[in-house]
């Protein structure tokens, strides 16, 4: 067995040299006739993203494209599940078919006519519908993960894809804030200036000559100078559909007006100027645009052409300083402005560099309207999709997490436990039956070797977390399972959370109570068996260098997927084996677990790096010739030398509630009667004997000693 770790490292290393990836496919005409029956072509679709257009003459009949080229979402596999799919040029879906997978609980088990049928249920539905698993799609039992997976593949590849060719908005946009009707009062010129609803961009004529600086403009034709500290312009700038500054500028009546001239997604901005600098310049003409002033936000510049702008006789302050220049300018909606978000007003200023060039410098100033003045949705975030599924799946996770804290307890309490069998008995039933009801049945998370595989391969090539924390229940299992590894070993996973391991415990002990003869297997013969079951793990994990979809139907030496994730409802053949297997476990405590399990073998390797050995043997009595613990371990875990093999101990602490028990004990039978004896000499016989402490209340008891097993 010290050969393993060593074969592992080697096997490991050929890994990169077969990284598996998802074929290429080319979409034809023929794999989409059956949808779209008048289709004659196909032709690239004007979209960014690889989209193919469906044609009937120079008819668009709609839009096919694969998901992985659109929206890769890793699945359980780790690897994405590749769809073909199709919408019209309403956004209606009408096609969607699986291509190509590599989901384990598919490749053997559940018939791949159910994910194709899952997957053409989202033509029901368009690309702006938001189809719910078990509400409006029926779930696939035993793939819940992966169907959760084809679901967001679908509508998220068809989404981004109807929102490139412009059928729908972008759903990743961030929607537009909205203003506050009713947030008004009425206001001064220096209230309005001073908090920030009416901006200001001053420019002497030094700061415009020190931009010119080192340009051809610099001194062309300068004439004679202005002085530096003349103003070049004064200009203040607001958002008008905000109340507080459109209804105090213009007034009641002639606000409503312009707000009624608006189109829905329009907004209209003020400009005031006085000063030696016109914002609209002379060289403007009907027809024209506006080449002085500029309007961006988020990268995007807004220009204004002659319908877009206003003019202005006056404004409603009275005490507004006087302005040579008042016009209105109109956002339009294609600008796609948002109010809420910050905005910039560019000043451009040209000078002659010669007889027919100009140079010409920008003037920026900065807006940002105050939040009192308007609503901002909730940023659109979306969530990763097992985020979702951890929203989900609250109630099993919580369950479950209850559970794990009592059998965390459980295995930090033993000690106290053991001592008292008429509450561990039980309690350990109890678990079990929660075990295989809920953990397995219920909720489907049952651990196998395909996930050792998967995650050693995913090692190798493409780690990402997303693959395994898109099943909470698996992955809390696993956590759970890597720090128990390390404290107590393979055993309190395979004695206490295994479903199929919990099923053959139940009907084993469930055979005992009905007087069921026992077939124990001879140790010499026992401890060889042991081994199949490294060697089946070593032969798989080779399967999975050359390919892990092979691999995970050869795994199929496990029965989990039929009795436990599948619930026995699957082809006979494979119910014949489980069943087989469960009725081995009537005459024959957990035989699979002990000898057949390549999970077992897999979690055995690295537990043999626990830290702590916390199962207790009388040194020097154990085994020599004491056969007790060992007669009564149902998985033969522990030698006929006394010692116990961690490496196949199931934990189920029967051996440590022998190692108190003063009644079957020898060592502990021997410290009773001495203690006994010794009461009886100093007349106290009708004090009951603690085993835990007698070994510190009597001198004579102190020479046997208590402690683990070196």
């Known amino acids: 067995m010290t050969l393993i770790p060593s074969i592992f490292r080697f096997l490991s290393m050929l890994v990169v040299v077969s990284c598996l990836t998802l074929p290429a496919f080319a979409i034809e005409l023929d794999q989409v006739k059956q949808d779209f029956p008048e289709a004659s072509s196909l032709e690239a679709a004007e979209s960014e993203l690889p989209v193919q257009a469906v044609m009937k003459g120079d008819e668009v009949l709609g839009y096919v494209f694969e998901t992985v080229d659109i929206a890769p979402i890793p699945a359980y596999s780790g690897k994405p599940v ?36 899952f997957a053409a249920a989202h033509t029901n ?57 009713d947030v008004f009062e009425e206001s001064d010129w220096q209230t309005l200036t001073g908090d920030g609803t009416i901006r200001r961009l001053h420019l002497t004529h030094g700061q415009v000559d020190e931009a010119f600086v080192g340009t051809a403009a610099e001194d062309y034709l300068r004439g004679q100078p202005e002085p530096a500290d003349k103003t070049f312009i004064n200009l203040y700038y607001t958002y008008l559909n905000a109340p507080m500054a459109g209804r105090n500028l213009l007034g009641d009546a002639r606000f409503e007006s312009l707000m009624e001239s608006l189109e829905p ?35 995007r510049t807004i220009t204004f052409h002659d319908l877009d702008h206003q003019r202005v006789g006056s404004f409603a302050l009275s005490d507004m300083p006087r302005m040579t220049e008042k016009d209105i300018f109109i956002i339009r909606e294609q600008a796609s402005f948002d109010p809420g978000r910050p905005w910039q007003l560019d000043l451009l200023v040209r000078r002659a560099s010669g007889p027919l060039d100009t140079e ?26 097992w985020v979702q599924v951890w929203y989900d799946k609250a109630f099993q996770i919580g369950v479950l997490g209850a559970g794990l804290l009592v059998l965390t307890a459980v295995m930090l309490f033993q000690d106290v436990l053991v001592r008292y069998p008429r509450i561990l008995e039980p309690l350990r039933i109890g678990f079990l039956v929660y075990t295989l009801f809920f953990i397995g049945w219920y909720a489907l998370a049952q651990l196998s070797v395909v996930n050792i595989l998967t995650f050693t391969h995913s090692l190798m090539t493409d780690f990402s977390w997303t693959s395994f924390l898109i099943d909470p229940m698996m992955f809390i299992l696993w956590s759970f399972v890597a720090v128990s590894l390390l404290l107590w070993g393979r055993g309190v996973y395979c004695g206490w959370l295994c479903p199929f391991g919990a099923l053959q415990d139940l009907v084993n002990k469930a055979a005992r109570k009905l007087g069921v003869k026992q077939i124990e297997v001879p140790f010499g013969l026992h401890e060889r068996l042991w081994a199949i079951k490294y060697i089946i793990l070593l032969a798989l994990f080779a399967l999975s260098l050359n390919s892990l979809g092979t691999a995970e139907q050869y795994a199929e030496v496990e029965p989990f997927k039929t009795a436990i994730t599948l619930r026995f409802q699957r082809d006979w053949p494979f119910v014949l084996y489980a069943l087989g297997l469960v009725l081995v476990s009537v005459f024959n405590h957990k035989f699979y677990c002990r000898y057949v399990c390549p999970l077992g073998a897999g979690l055995a390797i690295p537990s043999r790096l626990r830290l702590f050995d916390w199962l207790k043997r009388h040194r020097g009595s154990c ?3 004491c056969q007790i613990c060992a007669q009564a371990c149902e998985v033969g875990a522990i030698h006929p030398d006394g010692r116990i093999n961690a490496n196949e101990c199931h934990y189920c602490l029967d051996c440590q509630v022998l190692y108190w028990d003063d009644q079957r004990c020898p060592p502990m039978v021997k410290r009773r009667k001495r203690y006994e004896k010794a009461a009886r000499v100093s007349g106290n016989a009708a004090q009951p004997f603690d085993p835990a402490a007698s070994g510190a209340g009597n001198t004579a008891l102190q020479r046997i000693p208590i402690h683990n097993e070196e």
């Open 82 to 117: 590749n769809l073909l799919v199709g919408i019209d040029p309403t956004g209606q879906l009408t096609l969607a078919k699986v291509l190509d997978h590599s989901e384990p609980i598919m490749l053997v088990g559940i018939p791949e006519e159910k994910l194709q049928n």
């Open 125 to 181: 539905f368009s690309v702006s519908d938001n189809p719910k698993i078990g509400t409006n799609l029926d779930a696939i039992s035993g793939a819940t993960v992966t169907v959760i997976v084809v679901n967001d593949t679908i509508m998220r590849a068809a989404r981004q894809v109807a929102a490139s060719l412009g059928i729908i908005e972008d759903p990743s946009a961030q929607p537009a804030a909205t203003v506050k009707p």
């Open 265 to 299: 997604g329009e907004h209209a901005v003020a400009l005031m100027a006085n000063g030696d600098y016109s914002f609209k310049g002379s060289g403007y003409v009907r027809g024209g645009i506006f080449d002085r002033i500029e309007l961006s936000q988020d990268g």
């Open 360 to 385: 010409f410098t920008r003037f920026s100033a900065d807006y940002s309207i105050p939040d009192a003045y308007v609503d901002r949705p909730e940023p659109v975030v979306e969530r990763p999709i």
């Open 623 to 625: 085994g020599t010739p």
